[in-house]
């Protein structure tokens, strides 16, 4: 195999399988990688090489002895800095805990490692994980593959970047507002937002809300399904979150064969109404044009979540100060002004108002549930302008309408975080320049082996076509 860092994860894993290669050449394939590239889009902030490269040994020997190693066997996979790894620190992207090294492992690396998963490392974030471009004080910027001085997305940047880029077949997230499915479009790789539930998230404070989810991100649906079916609660074990329920998450490596002759489709291209480009509305008419014949039926939705935005904006001020009620008496200045404007604004925001956002949010879920009684799935942009130059925190303006905060470019993503149906952000080919263009595939409520079912097969027609195919960088 000439190079084993465009191996994908289910490939490597069939290939770990039947001795073609080690665990330990797996690893030190992508520490070359890394190596090789890192320097020129900043991905992996903190490195566990020769932590890794004993794990990956002790997979190889344990495999020798005919001992059971996992689902993922010896697979390299990457963790985003929010999620806590034993003995690696774990920065959250800010200078504030720089030094920090947990002694314990979240969840979700828990059952990675369970599985016979080697943390690579740690991928960059936003600090503490808030905003779509990933750039902190600690660590800087991390780069486009495609452009490396225009934002990957964020926050979850760093895992979507190292898996574009070769350095790692598989790698975490997590989504608030768009933190998987924004920088997994902006990059060329596939983000899955889960129903919320699938993925225990034991260190959340809010009982039971669609915003502080984790999942998978890579190269292709079912390589994400392999992830997924490993961070989900596979036996009902994980109680510290109120919000996980037991089911068969192993079924998520079995995917359907899909005729997508038999699908129906709805297409939105602003959710009745929310801020997007022009360039974004025609490259996605584009593509929709080009698919169109594929399905047994493929007509525009009337969908309006145009008042998602503002409940969005509530229902995250509530969930910002369950979450950092405890620590904003250590915050300095230099804080992230994300978290520090949607804190601050929290505190002077009346309990009625986010009484009124939270009966807003069960009407808007009810409305867009019933999009699915006559479609299977509904397809919309990923975002709503290309990747930008990561110097600005945000987009300047959408076709001279000036972006008013670092939310107001995001309701394409965050108005699905608030009726919170699962999503698949999918490759769609390049934009004009010559960055990912991505589109999000939206299913029906816990409906989730469906539609990442339904998007397999959407995936493979994308590869047939050179305009929609997914793209890879030439770093």
């Known amino acids: 195999m000439a190079d084993l860092t465009e191996l994908g994860a289910c490939d490597a894993v069939a290939a770990l399988e039947s001795g073609a290669v080690t665990a330990r ?10 190596d090789r590239v890192n320097g020129t889009v900043n991905a992996i902030v903190t490195l566990a090489a020769d932590r890794a490269c004993a794990e990956a040994d002790a997979v190889d020997v344990a495999r020798a ?28 992207g800010s200078p504030l805990h720089e030094h920090d090294v947990p002694d314990a492992d979240a969840g979700i690396v828990a059952r990675i490692r369970a ?13 503490f994980s808030i905003g779509a471009n990933t750039v902190n004080r600690l660590f800087g910027a991390t780069g486009n593959p495609f452009a490396p001085e225009r934002t990957c997305g964020g926050s979850s940047g760093g895992s979507a970047v190292a898996v574009a880029a070769g350095m790692t077949p598989l790698a975490t997230g997590s989504d608030h507002g768009g933190s998987l499915r924004i920088p997994a479009s902006y990059c060329g790789v596939v983000g899955y937002r889960a129903s919320p539930g699938i993925v225990p998230n034991e260190e959340r404070t809010t009982t039971q809300t669609h915003y502080s989810l984790q999942g998978p991100i890579a190269r292709t649906v079912e390589d994400a399904a392999l992830l997924l079916s490993v961070i989900a609660d596979r036996s009902g074990t994980a109680r510290l979150d109120p919000m996980a329920f037991p089911f068969d998450a192993a079924s998520f490596r079995n995917l359907d064969m899909v005729d997508l002759s038999g699908v129906r489709v709805a297409t939105s291209a602003d959710l009745g109404g929310v801020l997007v480009s022009d360039e974004v509305r025609g490259l996605f008419a584009q593509r929709v044009e080009q698919v169109s014949g594929l399905f047994a039926t493929c007509t ?8 998602a935005l503002a409940v969005d904006w509530h229902l995250r001020q509530d969930v910002f100060v369950s979450q950092y009620s405890e620590r904003v008496g250590a915050w300095d200045d230099g804080v992230n002004p994300n978290v520090l404007a949607t804190y601050n604004s929290a505190l002077e925001t009346p309990m009625a108002a986010i009484a009124d956002a939270r009966r807003r949010q069960v009407e808007l879920y009810r409305s867009f549930a019933q999009i699915f009684d006559a479609h299977d799935i509904l397809l919309l942009p990923g975002v709503s302008v290309p990747p930008f130059p990561w110097r600005h925190a945000n987009p300047q303006e959408i076709d001279g309408e000036p972006v008013e905060n670092y939310m107001a470019w995001l309701a394409l993503t965050a108005a699905l975080t608030v009726v919170g149906h699962p999503v698949v952000a999918l490759p769609c080919g390049l934009d ?5 263009f991505g589109i999000q595939v939206v299913g029906p409520m816990y409906g989730d082996h469906r539609l990442l079912s339904v998007a397999r097969a959407l ?15 030439a770093l």
């Open 25 to 34: 050449q797996l690893v030190d394939a992508a520490l070359e990688r890394i």
């Open 65 to 92: 002895r005919g001992e059971p190693v996992g689902v993922l066997g010896g697979l390299p996979v990457a963790i985003k800095d929010n999620q806590r790894t034993e003995g690696i620190r774990t920065t959250l």
């Open 115 to 127: 599985e016979g998963g080697i943390v690579l490392g740690k991928t960059n974030i936003p600090e």
């Open 300 to 307: 525009p939705s009337d969908i309006d979540l145009t008042d």
């Open 432 to 436: 004009e320049q010559g960055t990912p």
């Open 459 to 473: 995936e493979a027609a994308f590869a047939a076509d050179p305009r929609t195919a997914r793209p890879v960088p």
